[in-house]
T-cell receptor, first 112, second 114 residues
Framework: GESVGLHLPTLSVQEGDNSIINCAYS??????FIWYKQESGKGPQFIID?????DKRQGQRVTVLLNKTVKHLSLQIAATQPGDSAVYFC???????????FGKGTRLSVIA | DVKVTQSSRYLVKRTGEKVFLECVQD?????MFWYRQDPGLGLRLIYF???????EKGDIPEGYSVSREKKERFSLILESASTNQTSMYLC?????????????FGPGTRLTVL
């Protein structure tokens, strides 16, 4: 398959373990954050989002944590499965119509 | 479910050709975007649009133009394709869902310029 990015940070986890993917953002005015998953050759897929008035939000097997003090965002995936192997991007935006700012991505590899 | 569709998954064109990449969304979103994605460079914003007939330059607009005649459709145009425009092109739309302004992507068009 195609690579969506070379020289990306890579996280390798054993199947069944939990994964934590981190993202630092720079704009203290950012108030909305999204995590995307991108599989090889496909467009980014929305996973979960969080507003700045929250510290934590949970979805199905995923949790997003937001630490505004240190401008840090993390995505936790519980019981990681082979189908979770992909590149994960965080994105941030400020209120209004400003375009999202994307991180470079982290490649998650799940070892069966 | 939000659906963003792109006219082609794969496209091969020759240098100097005019290329049209079409994107359609079915969620009545105001905002639409065109990105290109290259290994090691991440997602780069080419153009975006907040409304019909409106367009704004992104980070790398050179060599591209766009058209938004209808709310659901946003077209990217390569006036004279060049080999350095070989890339994955991603369209996205963004609009209010509840109290969030979630952005959704299309499947991408892999363009090769020979």
């Amino acid at each position: 398959g195609e690579s969506v990015g070379l020289h990306l940070p890579t996280l390798s986890v054993q199947e069944g373990d939990n994964s934590i993917i981190n993202c630092a953002y720079s704009n203290s005015a950012s108030d909305y954050f999204i995590w995307y998953k991108q599989e090889s050759g496909k467009g980014p897929q929305f996973i979960i989002d969080i507003r700045s008035n929250m510290d934590k939000r949970q979805g199905q097997r995923v949790t997003v944590l937001l630490n505004k003090t240190v401008k840090h965002l993390s995505l936790q995936i519980a019981a990681t499965q082979p189908g979770d192997s992909a590149v994960y991007f965080c994105a941030e935006s400020t209120s209004g119509n400003t375009p999202l700012v994307f991180g470079k991505g982290t490649r998650l590899s799940v070892i069966a | 479910d939000v659906k963003v569709t792109q006219s082609s998954r794969y496209l091969v064109k020759r240098t100097g050709e005019k290329v049209f990449l079409e994107c359609v969304q079915d969620m009545d979103h105001e905002n639409m975007f065109w990105y290109r994605q290259d290994p090691g460079l991440g997602l780069r914003l080419i153009y975006f649009s907040y409304d019909v007939k409106m367009k704004e330059k992104g980070d790398i607009p050179e060599g591209y133009s766009v058209s938004r005649e209808k709310k659901e459709r946003f077209s990217l145009i390569l006036e004279s394709a060049s080999t350095n425009q070989t890339s994955m092109y991603l369209c996205a739309s963004r609009g209010l869902a509840g109290n969030t302004d979630t952005q959704y992507f299309g499947p991408g068009t892999r363009l090769t310029v020979l």
